[in-house]
């Protein structure tokens, strides 16, 4: 997941920390800069670069509304504020988002997937990815080289020093390995890790319910230390 570096703006301390809480906890952001001052915010944004700020618009000096005018072009912005009568000249500036105090984390998830679909916006596959019947890798198993069509693999799972793939012909495949190994091999998006042992093609899922994926009539719990990444992956592809 490409990662976005975000800054955080609020005169007031706990707020802020509140708001550097969720971005560090949050998978795929990185917290480049924090200010409880807008005017040191513009100073240092005017020389670094960043992808998104986070930032009141209630603050001394310079306003969030003055700051994201004077920072249009260079970044995005998501308000956060406790004023819901801003939120009009909030979009005026073309915000992204509006947050309104006090925000719980999946408000922020949300706002953080909005972010992410205008920054990172999804492109066009290309021709090779248009034809995954096409990619073919060879994993020694049973003592030779077999190739193996990943359009073909339900799931993946580690097992010791091993890596079984789960075939859609029902055949398991032992592979010397690990799944870390394999997730930096795999196409981005083709296969979702949902707990250590695990990592399940995006397009087997048949459905989701609550923390359990399936696929066909097999689920798998989703793992406590990737819920988080994995609740923002559900609400970037929900309708």
């Known amino acids: 997941m490409e990662k976005l570096k975000v800054a955080a703006v609020d005169d007031e301390p706990l707020a802020l920390q509140n708001l550097e809480s969720y971005i560090l906890r949050t998978p795929g952001l990185e917290l480049a800069g924090k200010f409880l001052s807008s005017v040191q915010a513009f100073e240092w944004i005017s020389s670094n670069s960043v992808d998104l700020v986070f930032m009141d618009i209630q603050m001394p000096d310079l306003t969030g ?3 994201s005018r004077l920072i249009q072009g260079k970044t995005k912005v998501i308000f956060t504020t406790a004023y819901s009568e801003f939120a009009l000249e909030g979009y005026k500036v073309r915000a992204i988002d509006y947050l309104l105090k006090p925000f719980g984390y999946e408000e922020f998830l949300e706002s953080v997937s909005k972010a992410r679909d205008q920054i990172f916006p999804v492109k ?53 390995g690990t ?23 995006i397009s087997k899922i048949t459905s ?32």
């Open 124 to 176: 066009p596959p290309a021709e090779s990815e248009k034809h995954p019947e096409n990619e073919i890798w060879f994993v020694k198993a049973e003592g030779r080289l077999i190739p193996v069509n990943l359009e073909s693999v339900l799931f993946l799972e580690a097992d010791g020093d091993y890596v079984s793939y789960h075939l859609e012909s029902g055949k398991k495949l032992l592979v010397h």
């Open 208 to 239: 989701v319910d609550r923390n359990r994926v399936f696929v066909g009539n097999q689920y798998f719990s989703v793992g406590d230390a990737y819920r988080e990444s994995f609740d923002l992956f559900m609400k970037s592809r929900m309708l």
């Open 65 to 67: 509304i003055q700051l």
């Open 179 to 201: 799944l870390k190994e394999l997730e930096s091999k795999l196409s981005p998006g083709k296969f979702l890790r949902v707990h250590r042992s695990f990592l399940i093609q």
